[in-house]
């Protein structure tokens, strides 16, 4: 008995392009956390910043962690 084999299907040019749009969308958001987290711990005082256990050197990291968990 022939059996036919099918070469495996790529995505069309349109869910590509959707994906890629996707991506973009999920990057914009992702920068707009890092900045709204980069912003919102800047404009606290270095005592504030101690009292929950940062210093202004951890600010970037923490934006980027935030970022990465509401992903």
Known sequence: MASIEFAP????LRQRFADFMEQVHIARVRQATIRQTDRELSA??????????????????VARN???TAS
Do not use: Q
């Open 44 to 61: 606290m005082t270095d005592r504030e910043l101690a009292d929950i256990g940062l210093t202004r050197h951890n600010i970037a990291d």
């Open 9 to 12: 299907t790529r995505p069309s």
């Open 66 to 68: 935030a970022a990465n």
